[in-house]
Nanobody, 122 residues
Framework: QVQLVESGGGLVQAGGSLRLSCAASGSIFSINTMAWYRQAPGKQRELVAATTSGGNTNYADSVKGRFTISRDNAKNTVYLQMNSLKPEDTDVYYC????????????????WGKGTPVTVSS
């Protein structure tokens, strides 16, 4: 089992920045892919960014050039640096991890955190 705990969400003005963190614990040796998703009430969950242990990454078109996903394997933590935030980035952000997870969808993502809310005011 792997436990994921997100932190770093909050309220920020449009144009501002936030950095989300996701700390993993448990059987983390089995994890290859880690990712950030976001979801608003009543809306479909959306992949924001994903990364593999080998350093491959994928970003949603809506965040390319503004968000950066990074991974500190020594700390078992994945980060999402979010710059130039827009009101449409307002969502609950979830961390996910998978042994054979896809960079492009939630297929193979075995573990999920409880989410951290991000609110961007205009």
């Amino acid at each position: 089992q792997v436990q994921l705990v997100e932190s770093g969400g909050g309220l920020v003005q449009a144009g501002g920045s936030l950095r989300l963190s996701c700390a993993a614990s448990g059987s983390i040796f089995s994890i290859n892919t880690m990712a950030w998703y976001r979801q608003a009430p009543g809306k479909q969950r959306e992949l924001v960014a994903a990364t593999t242990s080998g350093g491959n990454t994928n970003y949603a078109d809506s965040v390319k050039g503004r968000f950066t996903i990074s991974r500190d394997n020594a700390k078992n933590t994945v980060y999402l640096q979010m710059n130039s935030l827009k009101p449409e980035d307002t969502d609950v952000y979830y961390c996910a991890a998978g042994r054979r997870g896809s960079l492009y969808s939630s297929i193979g993502m075995d573990y999920w955190g409880k989410g951290t809310p991000v609110t961007v005011s205009s």
